[in-house]
């Protein structure tokens, strides 16, 4: 039997996790601050999918849009040497989903981004 790869078709986007502590109070709100942050990035969607994929061995193809800005090429970046990727231009912005978190536990969810696949693959 010939191993095939296997074929993750969606939307992907860029998952950012900002750790940190928050030992107090904003004094002019009453959220926390979170402080002393370190910045992680990894595929989400359709993306992250295709990653667990290849950790679990399999040969994986991803066919997704990723936007020409900064968080589509990190992305790109990110899946380089893991999935091979087929490329669809991204109408819009790159969707970003940036969650900040204290101690393990998220404070806040931000999301950026308006892209949609468009077009055929580059």
Known sequence: MIA???VVIGDTLLDVD??????RLCPDAPVPV?????????PGGAGLAAVL???????VVLVAAFGDDHPGRCLLGLLSGRVEVVRLPL???????????ARGQTM????????RACGRPR
């Open 34 to 42: 979170v402080a002393g942050s370190q910045e992680h990035r990894r």
């Open 91 to 101: 109408q819009g912005t790159t969707i970003t989903k940036t969650r900040v978190r």
């Open 53 to 59: 994929a290849a950790e679990g061995g399999a040969e």
């Open 4 to 6: 095939r790869p296997i």
């Open 18 to 23: 900002v750790e940190g502590d928050a030992e």
């Open 108 to 115: 806040l969810r931000v999301d950026t981004g308006d892209g």
